[in-house]
């Protein structure tokens, strides 16, 4: 794939493997275009891609590996703590598979990377001293136990009549309708969250540990302060009040705490034997690492484009950043 150079065609230094700009859903396309806008909906439930099987995850999970929910009725470390290790395991196969694919046997080598550099970096900014150690660390550590914190309650609260809870069987409908409302529900969420991380004190304390990763890879999803990991998944306390299945539940929380390992991965697609099995990393949010004070959100919401923050890849747009970022931090 052409590289998308940061500077001109003619310059020296090309930054990333992919050409722009960033393609949002047509979901909100002006004109409307409502055959794309419903293919936007619809697609990623019915062809290969980490949301069919995140939702496969889901179902498995709530039918043969949750705790029957009259056992959840009191908080006890006889549930929670099955919960907690089966979340660590998930995002062990997921995160650790993608990295093992990726950077230990290079199974598609460079092919369809965004950053050219190969290696992880490795300095005193991070924890461990290698960004690998230190992603990991905080990804298992604290990501699994709020990521549990946050379905335990859920549990809880159902199993004693304080959260409502939906069964497919009487409410087929609200299942789909989720399916639908989800991915915009969640980008909005994430975007007003996002930048809210990026107000210079909350970034300085709790978001800076997540930015240490520039040239990101799969573990680096997940790498956040336990208090940004608070904000990032309270998305999930809609479920607290409005009444929906566990399944959508079990999504939501895999969609927030294994999709970052895919969209963190550094390579746009996932190939094996020369074929492309499903879309990987984002490079919408690749930028985001690279140039900080843009795409706050990603492309299932066009919150970016509407407030100006939108950096699309082009080389126009990161001389545009680069003049609002210098303007940000010349004013702090």
């Not at 949750?66 to 995002?91: G, Q, Y």
């Not at 905080?138 to 914190?149: C, D, F, K, Y």
């Not at 609260?157 to 989800?182: C, E, Q, Y």
Request: hydrophobic letters at 45%.
């Amino acid at each position: 794939m052409a590289a998308a150079p940061e500077q001109s065609a003619g310059s020296k230094k090309n930054i990333w493997h992919h050409r722009g700009p960033v393609v949002f859903s047509a979901l909100f396309d002006w004109p409307p275009r409502p055959l794309a806008a419903l293919l936007a909906l619809t697609k990623r439930w019915v062809t290969v891609t980490r949301n069919v099987l995140f939702i496969s995850f889901a179902i498995i999970v709530h039918n043969y590996l949750t705790p029957p929910l009259a056992t959840m009725e009191t908080l006890s470390f006889d549930w929670i703590l099955p919960i907690f290790f089966r979340n660590m395991f998930l995002l062990t196969i997921v995160a650790g598979g993608l990295h093992l694919y990726f950077y230990v046997y290079r199974g598609q080598g460079r092919q369809l990377k965004f950053d050219p550099r190969e290696e992880m970096e490795k300095g005193k900014k991070f924890t461990f001293g290698n960004q690998v150690h230190d992603n990991i660390f905080w990804s298992l550590t604290s990501g699994v136990s709020v990521w549990t914190m946050y379905e335990v309650l859920y549990y809880w609260g159902g199993a004693n009549g304080i959260i409502p809870m939906l069964d497919f069987a009487s409410h087929p409908v609200a299942f789909f309708a989720w399916l639908l409302i989800m991915p915009v529900a969640l980008s909005s969420h994430f975007y007003g969250i996002h930048r809210l991380l990026h107000w210079p004190p909350l970034f300085k304390r709790y978001h800076k540990l997540h930015h240490s990763n520039i040239h990101i890879g799969p573990w680096s999803g997940m790498s956040m302060h336990p208090v940004e990991h608070l904000f990032y998944i309270s998305s999930v306390i809609i479920h607290y009040v409005i009444p929906t299945h566990p399944v959508i539940v079990l999504l939501h929380l895999y969609t927030r705490c294994l999709a970052p390992a895919f969209s963190h991965a550094g390579f746009e697609k996932l190939i094996v034997n020369d074929k492309a099995v499903t879309e990987a990393a984002d490079f919408h949010h690749q930028l985001h690492h690279r140039f900080y004070e843009c795409n706050y959100g990603n492309v299932d919401a066009p919150w970016d484009r509407w407030f100006g923050s939108l950096h699309d890849g082009t080389d126009e747009a990161t001389v545009l950043i680069k003049e609002r970022r210098r303007s940000m931090y010349n004013s702090r």
